[in-house]
Nanobody
Framework: QVQLVESGGGLVQAGGSLRLSCAAS????????MGWYRQPPGKQRELVAA???????NYADSGKGRFTISRDNAKNTVYLQMNSLKPEDTGVYYC??????????????WGKGTLVTVSS
């Protein structure tokens, strides 16, 4: 039905940068919002950043000033530019897309995740 595929994760030294990408494919009429979540080792999943179809974005405090979320609506793709990476940014990063149909509350779809490891 709908698939999300993340890419761009990897190993980087503290202070370095990574750019994550997530492309949605399948039967898609519209996507109201897309976002990035992460799960650090031994911790719960947390919001990193999200962006609406209109371009309004929000960030967790941990990434403000360092991370930038953007999207290409024509390609159903969302990006996360991560600069000045810290070891505490390490974790599995998951892409999310919210489709405003398919159920009374709409439908959320998730990618399988991409691992980001920041070494010190």
């Amino acid at each position: 039905q709908v698939q999300l595929v993340e890419s761009g994760g990897g190993l980087v030294q503290a202070g370095g940068s990574l750019r994550l990408s997530c492309a949605a494919s399948g039967t898609i009429f519209s996507i109201s919002a897309m976002g990035w979540y992460r799960q650090p080792p031994g911790k719960q999943r947390e919001l990193v950043a999200a962006i609406t179809s209109g371009g309004s974005s929000n960030y967790a405090d941990s990434g403000k000033g360092r991370f930038t979320i953007s999207r290409d609506n024509a390609k159903n793709t969302v990006y996360l530019q991560m600069n000045s990476l810290k070891p505490e940014d390490t974790g599995v990063y998951y892409c999310n897309a919210h489709l405003p149909y398919g159920s009374l509350r709409g439908m959320d779809y998730w990618g399988k995740g991409t691992l980001v490891t920041v070494s010190s």
